[in-house]
Nanobody
Framework: QVQLAESGGGLVQPGGSLRLSCTAS????????MGWYRRAPGKERELVAT???????NYADSVKGRFTISRDNAKNTVSLQMTSLKPADTAVYYC???????????WGKGTLVTVSS
């Protein structure tokens, strides 16, 4: 059982930056994909960014050029650097990981990001 713990959420002004981090409880497992999703108030959960072990990243169009995802495969951590934040980025951000080779999906409990002046 892999547990994911997010950190780094909080309140930031529009145009500001914030960095989210996520650490998996097991460092000795292979996580084929690690990423971030978010759920804004009244909306469905949506993909923000994912990163596979080989280094290929995928971003939602709404965050391209503003957010950068990175991971440390040895430590099974993933981070999301968010810049030029907008009120529309306000959401609970969830860390996600997919275990290799089973494909089992794991979720963190989420961290709240609020972009407001």
């Amino acid at each position: 059982q892999v547990q994911l713990a997010e950190s780094g959420g909080g309140l930031v002004q529009p145009g500001g930056s914030l960095r989210l981090s996520c650490t998996a409880s097991e460092s000795g497992v292979s996580l084929s994909v690690m990423g971030w999703y978010r759920r804004a108030p009244g909306k469905e959960r949506e993909l923000v960014a994912t990163l596979i072990q080989s280094g290929s990243a995928n971003y939602a169009d709404s965050v391209k050029g503003r957010f950068t995802i990175s991971r440390d495969n040895a430590k099974n951590t993933v981070s999301l650097q968010m810049t030029s934040l907008k009120p529309a980025d306000t959401a609970v951000y969830y860390c996600n990981a997919i275990l290799y080779p089973s494909g089992q999906n794991y979720w963190g409990k989420g961290t709240l990001v609020t972009v407001s002046s």
